[in-house]
């Protein structure tokens, strides 16, 4: 990304449409990747759950969730850019300096524990209109007609900090190496690509948000799974369950239960990652252009 320093404000704009293009890109893929977590037996891979989603509940199941992180992945994004960039500039011993890769990385670190805050409310809702299969209650369970409806469900049955900030500690545990990988690993690419010579171009920039893409879940998708399952499960957690949540999977399924639904994602985030970099570095030099 530009090492120009941006106001708030243009942060808090690029942040928003580099959000909303990630949802629109990725949001049936990561569907297919949060039913998966969540499967015991029900799938047989990626395709077949693909299959049976469409044709037990219509094409438009695999954007089911969309709304919450449509409307909620703008502030997401938002905050995390712009704490990325605030801790950037605190980094730098000078404006013009070319932060080194492993400070890049602590940046992106600090980054994903304040986007956090906004992240895991946002994510948890998706994750529970994601595993409703079907279009009506199942063996008794709640079945929520939107996330406004969930989020009061969740809030009036366990409370703000258990219902509605589930997850909350597992959020930030992923968060910390995911944003790591995910911004070293656009800044390393994007930096081979154009020799810190020019601009990157749009193809330049999609190829370096693919790579950091990847490397947010190469770096964190076990916790990621961990996330899934606290954020879906009846009962609030307890303790520090990070760990025992996943020496459970691993104790039940194996070193593949915590990969589950690892292909579809990595496959998500290639144009999903690509387009929230290409949307947020075009709108900041847009900024830029205009004196923001």
């Not at 499967?39 to 199941?61: N, P, S, V, Y």
């Not at 905050?79 to 932060?99: E, G, I, V, W």
């Not at 809702?125 to 709640?142: C, E, H, P, R």
């Not at 990969?259 to 985030?269: A, D, I, K, M, Q």
Request: charged content about 15%; overall charge positive; proline content about 4%.
């Amino acid at each position: 990304m530009s090492n120009k320093p941006t106001s708030a404000t243009a942060d808090f704009i690029a942040g928003n449409f580099g959000g909303m293009a990630n949802v629109l890109v990725g949001q049936p893929l990561d569907t297919i990747k949060v039913r998966l977590q969540l499967d015991h037996g029900k799938f047989k891979g990626a395709w077949d759950c693909t299959l049976q989603t469409i044709q037990k509940e219509g094409f438009f199941a695999l954007y089911k969730g969309m709304a919450s992180p449509l409307i909620g992945i703008g502030a997401v994004n938002a905050l995390l850019f712009a704490a990325n960039s605030n801790l950037k500039q605190r980094l730098q011993t000078s404006p013009d300096q070319l932060l080194p890769l492993h400070k890049i990385a602590l940046a992106g670190a600090g980054a994903g524990i304040i986007n956090s805050v906004l992240a895991s409310p946002v994510e948890l809702l998706k994750i529970k209109m994601q595993a409703q299969f079907g279009n009506k209650s199942v063996n008794g369970a709640k079945h929520f007609t939107g996330p406004i409806d969930c989020a009061k469900y969740l809030i009036q049955r366990d409370g703000i900090r258990h219902g509605l900030f589930r997850g909350m500690w597992a959020t930030i545990v992923r968060e910390i190496p995911a944003y790591a990988g995910f911004y070293s690993g656009f800044e390393m690419t994007k930096r081979y690509l154009t020799k810190n010579e020019k601009e990157a171009s749009v193809v330049e920039l999609m190829a370096a948000g693919a790579v950091g893409g990847i490397g947010y879940w190469v770096f964190s998708y076990p916790l990621d799974v961990v996330k899934s399952v606290v954020q879906n499960q009846e009962k609030p957690p307890r303790g520090l369950y990070v760990t025992s949540v996943l020496k459970s999977i691993y104790t039940r399924d194996g070193l593949a239960g915590l990969f589950r639904g690892f292909t579809p994602t990595v496959l998500r985030s290639i144009p999903a990652a690509g387009a929230t970099f290409t949307a947020y570095e075009l709108s900041i030099r847009a900024f830029q252009v205009n004196g923001w």
